[in-house]
DNA sequence: ATTACTATTCTTTTT
DNA sequence: GAATAGTAAT
């Protein structure tokens, strides 16, 4: 073991020896947080704290298992393990696997994710005959999960005065019902969602004295890493996990909250001094990061926001080059732009892909980039999105596991009752929910008796068969590992079977999936516990509540591969990369169209143009484009009020990505029918700054334009529209002409009807047969 | 009852 | 333009 501690600087040496009593660290980006929280661990355990005595919090897995690694590796005996260190989400499910029958859940009671929640939303809209046009399930679930996160009970959510009021004035007065029917009926499904695993938690300490006696004793050292991001709900679980020993110690920075809309509330982290008077505050103001061009520029954005903490964030590294600002016409020029970028830098400066990263703040902005390196061969991977789990395919398959360890799971039910087809259609499933949802039997007791509820013949034949074989899967349970239940459920339930014989492209892939599906269950139930983990337990039920707190990000095994990396600023967060481009900063899209009205979310956005652009070593870009496609249609954006924020000493404006611009502003004129693009041409280079009118003028917002679609030498598509495919407008086509389809090929137009905005032909292909194509949306370039 | 087509909404950000 | 929900068609 080497000395740990000659490795800090005095700041950090602080706050790692601060022994007993709150302390309170603001670390800046890059200030070496997590070392200073891992070392500081580290040297608890060194000094002879017994490891089962400390709970460490993280937000995300992979900070979690980071932060492990690291402890070892300064310790060196294997003892990391034995820590409490987790997710708020993780650490609480485990907790309260053990206690939940004490709030009279089962132990193996179901995790539901956001979709799920949604979906048991929808069907309490529905069943309550309910307008879905003003109860959004997104609405009703975001307003649901905002009142858990601030520990609003249903019971207090229909007696509170203002909020009724709101909801009234909002023409949506049952909002608090659908409130405490979707509580209830998450209970009766055994079942929590993600925000339930912090409510249920703080239930259980405030309802059971001696639960939370037992947990506050056994917890000696409490840390909480990202203070700033944490809730209501997270604050009041951990002052009341940390009130007996008062050894609370929180690491953030105020100017990196970036998780208000989940609901993180800044004032947490600014009020700890109040809740502990006698709390000690350490700074850590030195990074170790990035340039002192970064730092300028970080420092003279945030300085914009008027609520922070005040502090000095300094570096002693080289200065850098100069921030590089690129404007580019288009969303597709600025994805060139940006690959060019890359590959020139490669090329010069010896960089790797790994080295890239690509941040943006919505995840729909991927594609233009997506394209671009893939035009360039570049290899890259997008971060987020939808992960493994949410593939129908697994979705599927997990439902039946989920069934099995947990047969009241109504949202499982649904999902696997007719999957794959056994005859069970929507008559028989509403008689089950209806009986299940009115009688005070539960959803399981209701399946095992069909004809109770009135069916009969065929179905009841079907579900009968199903019961028998839930029932002989679930008396696998006590006996057998997730592993070997989960191979026999695919075998008998014919679920294997049915991708299996899907020969299509995309029936192959569902395939492999489950395949996947299969060796990662197999590789858990294999894998010795080495996670902390108690009970030393590879069951079923355990394996579930896992994996419903995964996410994309934390399948990292592949994180060191050579590949550029895409992912939203949110994803980011808490990395670094040697070269960042910072893209899409535009009106409405950076700062989001949604977080400019008031100061609070514009303040928001602000941190988290600090975030994107902390996260770069050595180069950063920022680039934004006058015109984007969204929804499918052209739309215009001003440069980003940001951008003005960057003082110019610290801004290379020379990388006006022109190039990138003049070929395609070529292929448009092409066309003949752009001519309104060709004024916007003498923009570019032609004016000097970037003042908020350079950008094109009046082009119509709604006209079907090609998209991205690139004439020459185009590779790498599936169906490769030939050289000459130049896209038609709506009102140039009619009936007899020959036209190219860029998915369909070459065809006839048979027929066209419709009024001017839904105009549509029936076209008869050579290849794929007939179709019926909307014109405002097809790309079809005329032949003849 | 399953498939195929049409209409509608969607874009913040995630455990 | 994509994903989804709803509806028409075999």
């Known amino acids: 073991m080497f000395n740990y501690l000659s490795e800090l600087n005095e700041k950090q040496k602080e706050a790692v ?6 302390l309170i660290i603001i670390a800046g980006a890059g200030s070496g947080k997590t070392k200073v929280l891992t070392t500081r661990i580290a040297h608890l355990m060194k000094q002879g704290v017994d490891p089962f005595r400390i709970l460490a919090l993280t937000f995300t897995n992979k900070a979690a298992a980071e932060m492990k690694e690291r402890i070892d590796k300064i310790l060196g005996n294997n003892e990391a393990r034995n820590l409490y260190i987790g997710t708020f989400h993780s650490v609480f499910a485990r907790i309260l696997r053990i206690e939940a029958e004490k709030l009279g859940y089962p132990s193996n009671f179901t995790i539901y994710d956001s979709d799920d929640s949604r979906s048991v939303i929808k069907s309490l809209v529905q069943n309550n005959n309910l307008d879905d046009k003003l109860y959004k399930p997104n609405l009703v679930q975001s307003r649901i999960s905002a009142a858990k996160n601030s520990l609003i009970t249903p019971y207090d959510y229909l007696n509170d005065k203002h909020i009724q009021m709101e909801d009234a004035r909002a023409n949506r007065p049952y909002l608090g019902q659908l409130y405490a029917s979707y509580v209830e009926k998450c209970f009766r499904n055994g079942a929590m969602d993600f925000d339930d695993l912090l409510v249920k938690m703080y239930e259980l300490l405030t309802r059971h004295p001696d639960v939370l006696s037992k947990y506050q004793h056994r917890f000696q050292y409490v840390l909480i890493d990202e203070y700033q991001d944490t809730n209501m709900a997270q604050y009041k679980i951990v002052k009341l996990l940390s009130a007996m020993h008062e050894n609370i110690c929180v690491v953030g920075d105020d100017a990196q909250s970036i998780y208000s809309f989940r609901g993180a509330t800044i004032e947490n982290i600014l009020r700890f001094q109040d809740d502990y008077p006698d709390a000690q505050m350490v700074k850590l103001e030195q990074n170790y990061r990035c340039t002192q061009n970064i730092i300028g520029v970080a420092n003279a954005v945030i300085n914009n926001n008027k609520k922070q903490i005040p502090k000095d964030l300094w570096t002693g590294n080289d200065t850098g080059e100069k921030i590089k600002l690129v404007r580019t016409l288009t969303d597709n020029d600025e994805g060139r732009y940006i690959a ?23 995840n729909a902005q991927s594609r233009s980039f997506e394209e671009s390196l893939r035009r360039l061969n570049i290899p890259y991977r997008i971060f987020g999105g939808l992960s493994f789990y949410q593939r129908k395919e697994i979705r599927d398959y997990v439902a039946y596991l989920r069934f099995v360890v947990n047969p009241n799971d109504e949202e499982a039910f649904k999902r696997i009752i007719n999957f794959p087809a056994r005859g069970i259609g929507k008559t028989s499933l509403d008689k089950i929910l209806t009986l299940a949802n009115q009688s005070e039997h539960s959803l399981w007791t209701i399946v095992q008796n069909p004809a109770a509820a ?43 079977a049915e991708f299996y014989n899907d020969k299509s492209v995309e029936g192959q892939a569902r395939y492999e999936n489950v395949q996947a599906l299969l060796n990662s269950i197999k590789e858990y139930t294999e894998t010795p516990n080495e996670d902390g983990e108690l009970e030393a337990n590879k069951s079923l039920g355990a394996y579930l509540q896992q994996i419903t707190l995964l996410t994309d990000a934390d399948n990292d095994n592949d994180g060191n591969q050579d590949v550029v990396k895409l992912m939203t600023i949110h994803a980011a967060k808490g990395l670094e990369f040697p070269c960042v481009f910072a893209v899409g ?43 984007r496609y969204r929804f499918g249609n052209l739309v215009s954006n001003e440069p980003s009020r940001f951008i003005e924020e960057i003082p110019e000493t610290y801004l290379d404006k020379s990388f006006a990505g022109v190039a990138g611009a003049r070929g395609s502003l070529n ?12 004024r916007s041409t003498a923009g570019p280079g032609g004016r000097s700054g970037f003042s908020r009118s350079a950008g094109a003028p009046e082009e119509k917002k709604n006209t079907t334009f090609s998209r991205g679609v690139a004439p020459a030498a185009g590779s790498g598509y599936v169906h490769r529209p030939t050289a000459t495919f130049r896209p038609a407008s709506p009102e140039s086509l009619a009936e007899g002409m020959k036209v190219e389809h860029q998915k369909f090929g070459f065809g006839t137009i048979s027929r066209i009807d419709g009024g001017q905005s839904n105009r549509m032909a029936t076209i008869h292909f050579d290849n794929v047969g007939e179709k019926k194509i909307m014109l405002q949306y097809a790309k079809l370039s005329i032949i003849q």
């Open 17 to 22: 020896l601060h022994r007993d009593g709150p």
């Open 340 to 362: 060019d970028a890359i590959q020139e830098q490669k090329l010069r400066n010896h960089y790797q892909n790994k080295d890239f990263a690509i941040l943006y703040r919505t």
């Open 454 to 496: 009135g069916i009969g013949g065929a179905a009841r034949a079907a579900i009968e068969q199903f019961v028998v074989m839930m029932q002989y899967m679930q008396s696998m349970l006590a006996s057998r590992n997730a592993y070997e239940i989960a191979f026999e459920i695919g075998k008998r339930s014919q679920l294997v």
């Open 585 to 627: 900063l535009e009106e409405n899209i950076f700062p989001s169209a949604m977080s400019v009205y008031d100061r609070e979310g514009l303040e928001e956005e602000r941190r988290l143009f600090y975030v994107v652009i902390t996260r770069a070593k050595e180069k950063l870009w920022v680039s934004f484009a006058h015109n």
């Open 667 to 678: 292929n448009w004129s092409d066309t003949g029918s752009r001519q309104s693009f060709n």
